[in-house]
């Protein structure tokens, strides 16, 4: 999908990135319908995706192999906890870390330099978090500044007593635009299952709570070596 775009890029733009492509591949790209087409194995997920990936922002999320490798990083770090990432959010990430990059790095040698790709993923974030706040407002409620601070993964017990000091008389007490969260009435524990239903949380092996990077950015949780939150 990325590349689809980067190869039709009006003008210069285009240019260039099709002759990026040639580079890394080899072969030419042929027009149909009066746009430039990717080959069909390159729509799926190969090892050539991966060079076209590092011929924008490298091999390595940092200096070293040890923080990473973009071409999985960025996409992972934006999935929800069903491991699904969303197209507008990993565009909305790139463009991002490619602003980013021109602003802060402009002698970079690469377009993406990793750092701005960690700001795109904050960006995001940020995204995604007012999209299913519009679809579902009492997901901010519970979790917009309740839990800010919090590090995840964590025991549930710290969420509930959050929880319990800002809305004492339970979750069922708690006023909402549109529709409530659907099993607010079996109180924290229905929250709980209701927000690991829509990918916002996930209980990992060992019981405690997850939230994955795409929500847990922009609801301002924090992660041991994670993307930080914007203060």
């Known amino acids: 999908m990325l590349w689809q775009r980067l190869i039709n890029a009006p003008a210069e733009h285009g240019e260039h990135l099709r002759e990026l492509y040639r580079a890394n591949v080899g072969n030419e790209l042929i027009a149909r319908d009066g746009a430039v087409q990717l080959p069909e194995p390159l729509k ?6 991966r060079a076209l990936f590092e011929s924008l922002a490298g091999p390595w999320m940092g200096k070293d192999r ?24 990993f565009l909305a990430a790139i463009q991002q870390a490619t602003e980013d990059s021109q602003e802060r790095y402009d002698d970079y040698s690469l377009t993406l330099h990793y750092e701005s790709i960690k700001r795109g993923i904050q960006k995001a974030s940020e995204i995604r978090v007012a999209e299913i706040a519009e679809d579902y ?95």
């Open 44 to 49: 799926r997920e190969s090892a050539t995706q």
């Open 66 to 89: 040890r923080r990473g490798v973009p071409y999985t990083w960025a996409v992972g770090h934006l999935a929800d906890s069903r491991g699904q990432t969303s197209p507008r959010s």
């Open 137 to 231: 407002p009492w997901v901010r409620t519970f979790l917009e500044g309740e839990l800010r601070g919090l590090n995840v993964p964590c025991e549930f017990h710290l969420l509930v007593e959050r929880w319990q000091q800002a809305f004492p008389d339970g979750p069922d007490s708690v006023p909402t635009e549109r529709l409530p969260a659907q099993h607010a009435e079996r109180g924290w524990d229905g929250i709980r299952d209701d927000l690991i239903r829509l990918g916002v949380l996930e209980r990992k092996k060992d019981g405690r709570i997850d939230m994955p990077d795409l929500y847990r950015v922009g609801f301002g949780l924090g992660r041991r070596g994670g993307v930080k939150p914007k203060s």
